[in-house]
């Protein structure tokens, strides 16, 4: 079973809107990462969560970590095409691995 | 600027080939590892390293091999066991106990069989 579930699987959205995706765990996080992926090309890190109720911004992107840590959810205000591609969550569950969720992949039609 | 370079970024292999991915870093990171991505499959870990001659297999080690003679390197053998390798494979290193610092990715080789 997928340890990291991410949802919606792809989501495509008018420029300009706003957008959440969701990564959610049934284990403890011990530490949250998202980060986003264009076809082809490495990780690019955007974000990374330790305590419960953490929240982090940058530019149009916020994350949140829920208080029992076991939910993260990544925020686009005003979307825009830059910000399409893949957004991965990540997360310390097992000791000194990195495991992920299945991505999900964002379209932004202008 | 220090980081991490993987070589080459595309591979093709015969049928019962063996090929070797090249991953080098120069961050004194400790620990390193391999992942395997497919289509709606998101990452998944092959092989990961934390100290220089040791490592320890991840979910899907079954048909490749590594090395950790250096603390910069890990190459990622593909061998012919490997019935299924066409994929985009990523290289990753991080600090031991890295929850601050995180990890950071190469940009990534795709291997296709021919």
């Known amino acids: 079973s997928q340890e990291l579930e991410q949802s919606p699987q792809s989501l495509i959205v008018q420029e300009g809107k706003n957008l959440t995706i969701n990564c959610t765990s049934s284990k403890t996080l011990y530490g949250l990462y998202w980060y986003k992926q264009k076809y082809g090309e490495g990780l690019i890190f955007l974000m990374m969560?330790?305590?419960?109720?953490e929240e982090k911004s940058h530019e149009k992107i916020t994350a949140k970590l829920d208080e029992k840590k076991q939910q993260s959810s990544l925020h686009i205000t005003a979307s825009q095409p830059s910000h399409a591609g893949i957004y991965l969550c990540?997360?310390?569950?097992?000791?000194?691995?990195?495991?992920f969720g299945k991505g999900t992949k964002l379209t932004v039609n202008p | 600027d220090g980081g991490i370079t993987q070589s080459p970024k595309y591979l093709f292999r015969k049928e019962g080939q063996n090929v070797t991915l090249s991953c080098e870093q120069n961050l004194n990171h400790d620990a390193m590892y391999w992942y395997r991505q497919d289509p709606g499959q998101g990452l998944r870990l092959i092989y990961y390293?934390?100290?220089?001659?040791?490592?320890q297999k991840g979910d899907i080690a079954e048909g490749y091999s590594v090395s950790r003679e250096k603390k910069e390197s890990f190459p990622l053998t593909v061998t012919s066991a490997q019935k299924n390798p066409t994929a985009f494979y990523l290289c990753a290193s991080s600090l031991l106990y890295s929850g601050v610092y995180g990890y950071t990715f190469g940009s990534g080789t795709r291997l296709t069989v021919v």
């Open positions: 390293s934390q100290i220089v001659n040791d490592f």
């Open positions: 990540g997360a310390d569950i097992r000791a000194e691995k990195l495991v």
């Open positions: 969560l330790q305590k419960g109720g």
